[in-house]
């Protein structure tokens, strides 16, 4: 199992310091902490609905697993951030309004909690092969059903998730050939997911 994996993307044989690797787990901790602060701070107003949709998140979140060093890093920074990110949220939360949404932290501290699966995988996205432009093609997916209400609405916030999905649609895969995979998979998958209504099943 591990040679197919190396096949799709080798890791680094050079390992950091553990010093180093800490203060990359550190630098993570505080963009989440930063942006989960800075989501709560514009509440309200019309930048701040972009940190209210998935969208972002998960952009950042691809964008974090795959320029880790491993696929096990991947999976720890992609942990981190959003567990970061929900603390601060609800933290400020409760410091504003005098209450904690525990509902709310629960339910998406559930989904943070296996964040790791998907950090994991989604480091194979920078690979070779099918199975990197699947695991390329799942976050861009996602992207392109939460904000395909775009076309009909002109929604600011769902204009952004077309605008990320794009992003991530030129800086994850290895190469152009690769673009060439992920477009069927993305195509099948965007339907799959609205079909089954997967969005829907998040909490609001």
Known sequence: MKEKLVYIRAKSEKVPPLQ????????????????????????????????????????????????????????LHAFVFLIAMLLVYYIYSMVLFGFFPKYYFIAWGSIALISPIGGYAVWYAKGNGWIAALCAAFPISLL?????????????????????????????????????????????????????????????
């Open 144 to 204: 392109l059903v939460e904000g395909f209400s775009f076309f009909y609405t002109l929604s600011i916030p769902r204009g952004f998730d077309i605008i990320l999905a794009i992003l991530l649609f030129i800086i994850l895969p290895a190469n152009h050939f690769q673009r060439l995979r992920m477009l069927p998979i993305v195509t099948g998958l965007f339907f799959l997911i609205e079909q089954i209504g997967l969005l829907y099943y998040l909490p609001g």
């Open 20 to 75: 180093q690797r800490l203060v990359r787990v550190l630098f993570v901790f505080i963009l989440g902490a930063l942006l989960g602060f800075l989501a709560k701070y514009t509440d309200g107003l019309v930048v701040g609905l972009i940190g209210t949709y998935l969208g972002f998140w998960i952009t950042v979140t691809t964008i974090i697993a795959v320029r880790s060093r491993s696929p096990k890093a991947a999976a």
